[in-house]
């Protein structure tokens, strides 16, 4: 299907591409046809993906996307997400599932989510990680928005296990402390697509002082995973309107959760007794 054959000419987006078309150059054509014939699926795309899959450079897409009037890549792919590919799309929505059958398709869809993380987890990776992160002098915990919050955790995890863990949500704390790190030392970087600008900004510094670098994203191939010594992939596909939603926590906090089990194999007595001493300081606040 070429792009001057766009299934619904009233979304802003599509009008434009199908109206522009005949001026495109060679590229933003191949841009175009892209986008036109994966629709449904390049939401779930960051922008090296993007012109991977197209053929050209991620320059080339950012510029098609600004002469389109938008203001960058992420807000194509909003506009896109906002507006049903097909009426008949746009007709399904309406038509809510029971709630039995909206709690078994959840259910099915994070027995999914974990199987594929699972599946995604290099096992070479995880103990190279938990390698690097017992190992650490200081443990900085960086995560944006509701990656932040399982950055918190992350610290909590670490540091029950008895390592020097302590998380930093803001970016300028962020960009502070980093400017502080060395070589011993571990930041462990958070985030859904990896593309978040505060956070790379961050690792950039962190980067420039030899700290060690671990990121938590589920795009393999993003700018903050370019940063990273090592990249631990979850399995989900995110779409913009889906920031923060619960899933891309729970994809998280899976791997979280087998990165402990790996440190705690590695530090053995270390680690449990330092998981008994954590427990017994907070005994006498439960009723």
């Known amino acids: 299907m070429s792009a001057s054959e766009s299934i619904l000419p009233e979304s802003p987006v599509r009008l434009q591409i199908r109206s522009r078309y005949p001026s495109f150059t060679k590229k933003e054509r191949a841009i175009a046809d892209y986008l036109n014939e994966h629709e449904e699926s390049v939401i779930y795309l960051n922008v090296t993906q993007c012109a991977d899959a197209a053929g050209v450079s991620e320059a080339s897409v950012v510029r098609f996307c600004q002469k389109l009037g938008l203001r960058g890549y992420q807000e194509l792919k909003l506009m896109l997400a906002q507006q049903p590919k097909s009426m008949e799309a746009k007709a399904n929505t309406e038509e809510m599932p029971s709630l039995q059958r909206s709690f078994a398709a959840k259910t099915m869809a994070y027995q ?35 990656s932040g919050y399982t950055a918190l955790d992350a ?7 008895g390592l020097h863990a302590a998380a930093f949500i803001d970016p300028h704390i962020q960009a502070s402390v ?33 700290a060690n670098i671990i990121v938590i994203t589920n795009y393999q191939r993003s700018p903050a995973a370019r940063l990273a010594d090592i990249v631990l992939t979850a399995a989900l ?7 923060g939603s619960i899933s891309s926590k ?9 990165l402990v089990v790996s440190i705690i194999d590695r530090l053995g007595l270390q680690a449990q007794d330092s998981l008994r001493r954590t427990a017994n300081a907070v005994l006498d606040k439960l009723v």
Do not use: F, W
């Not at 989510?113 to 915990?141: D, F, M, P």
């Not at 011993?184 to 962190?206: E, M, P, R, Y």
């Open 155 to 161: 610290a909590y995890q670490l540091s029950r296990l």
């Open 250 to 258: 729970v994809a998280q906090l899976v791997l979280l959760d087998l």
């Open 112 to 146: 999914q989510l974990v199987s594929n993380t699972l599946g995604l987890s290099s096992e070479e990776h995880l103990v190279e990680a938990a390698r690097t992160l017992a190992q650490a002098r200081l443990i900085h915990c960086y995560g944006m928005g509701a």
């Open 237 to 243: 596909e995110v779409g913009p309107l889906d920031g």
């Open 178 to 210: 980093a400017a502080n790190l060395s070589q011993q030392d571990v930041v462990l970087g958070i985030s859904v697509s990896g593309s978040t600008k505060d956070l790379i900004s961050s690792l950039s510094v962190a980067r420039e002082y030899n």
